[in-house]
């Protein structure tokens, strides 16, 4: 089970840090990282990290976001820097697969998702 927290409103070119735990399974030697997805829009893909640390992010988020991981407390963080409104969306954690592009048929689990309202 991923546990997403971090989510809120925060007005544009601040920033917000996002948390996700898994707890009842390790996903240590499991790619974990972060989809997103806007109203009216399909979910995609924002950053993954592979178990090595191997990162892979969003053109749309590159030099903005960083993600990192904690294997030994089985969690990882999604860092956002220089929101802009068009980051608004639900952030959903997710872990499987083992390499960072995180595709998502490779899912093997999904968080609640947490909600980033970013206004102007």
């Known amino acids: 089970q991923l546990q997403a927290s971090g989510g809120g409103l925060v007005q544009a070119g601040g920033s917000l840090r996002l948390s996700c735990a898994a707890s009842g399974r390790t996903f240590s030697s499991s790619a974990m990282g972060w989809y997103r997805q806007a109203p009216g829009k399909q979910r995609e893909l924002v950053a993954g990290?592979?178990?090595?640390?191997?990162?892979n992010y969003a053109d749309s988020v590159k030099d903005r976001f960083t993600i990192s991981r904690d294997n030994a407390r089985n969690t990882v963080y999604l860092q956002m820097n220089s929101l802009k409104p068009e980051d608004t969306a639900v952030y959903f954690c997710?872990?499987?697969?083992?390499?960072?592009?995180?595709?998502?048929?490779?899912?093997?689990?999904w968080g609640q998702g947490t909600l980033v309202t970013v206004s102007s």
């Open positions: 990290i592979t178990s090595g640390g191997t990162t």
């Open positions: 997710a872990a499987g697969g083992i390499r960072a592009a995180l595709t998502a048929h490779l899912i093997k689990s």
